[in-house]
């Protein structure tokens, strides 16, 4: 098993360009979230997924995702802030809200 | 509102006994996490409680109180490898949201 993998590792967008975060699991799980870290700040939520076809948004604006399949839930950039400069995690769970596991990272930058 | 408390940074030596506390004030409560991260990496799962009472797992202990909103990570027989930051994390009622604490870093010094 792979885990959760994410692509790319790091990117670096112009504000107003627009992006896709990939992450995939190849465990099965049900349930998907995406989070952002910031220093000092922990993770926040961003979306989550209890399933293949359902979503859930934490924060409001300035991202998309979708969930067409168990294994990929990608999360859009609609048109990228410097604010969003952070690094996303994906991470994965096979039962309801037990052991997250979580992908590598990606790190973006926004100029 | 959901507010989640631990230490920023703490430091203890090598082969000792440390305790990182954390405290929480959430709409719901279905279980809180510790997890570790080390730099530049993913968090990892250390323990998972959802009654109150002692987890052991090794080297590592954790402890709720509900009635208090309260948790402290025990580590104990400290390595180097222990230095990382360690996150506290409480899951929602009836749900999958899970709100983290901004972490705590520990340094373990020879």
């Known amino acids: 098993n792979a885990g959760v993998t994410q692509t790319p590792k790091f990117h670096i967008l112009k504000t107003g360009q627009s992006m896709t975060l990939q992450c995939a699991q190849d465990?099965?799980?049900?349930?998907m979230s995406w989070y952002r870290q910031d220093p000092g700040m922990g993770l926040r939520l961003i979306y989550y997924s209890a399933a293949a076809g359902t979503t859930d948004k934490e924060v409001p604006n300035g991202y998309n995702v979708s969930r067409l399949n168990t294994e990929d839930f990608p999360l859009r950039l609609v048109s990228a802030a410097p604010s969003q400069t952070s690094v996303y995690l994906c991470?994965?769970?096979?039962?309801?809200?037990?052991?997250?596991?979580f992908g590598p990272g990606t790190r973006l930058l926004v100029l | 509102g959901q507010n989640i408390d631990q230490p920023t940074e703490m430091t203890a030596t090598e082969g000792a006994i440390v305790q990182i506390n954390c405290t929480y004030q959430t709409s719901g409560f279905n279980g809180l996490f510790w997890y570790q991260q080390h730099a530049g990496e993913a968090p990892t799962f250390l323990s998972y409680n959802v009654l109150d009472g002692l987890e052991e797992k090794g080297r590592f202990s954790s402890f709720l109180s509900r009635s208090k909103g309260y948790s402290y990570l025990l580590l104990k027989e400290l390595q180097m490898k222990d230095s990382a930051s360690y996150l506290c994390?409480?899951?929602?009622?009836?749900?999958?949201?899970?709100?983290f604490g901004a972490g705590t870093r520990l340094f373990v010094k020879a």
């Open positions: 465990m099965n799980h049900g349930y």
């Open positions: 991470a994965s769970s096979g039962d309801l809200g037990k052991t997250q596991y």
């Open positions: 994390a409480v899951r929602d009622t009836g749900g999958f949201k899970t709100i």
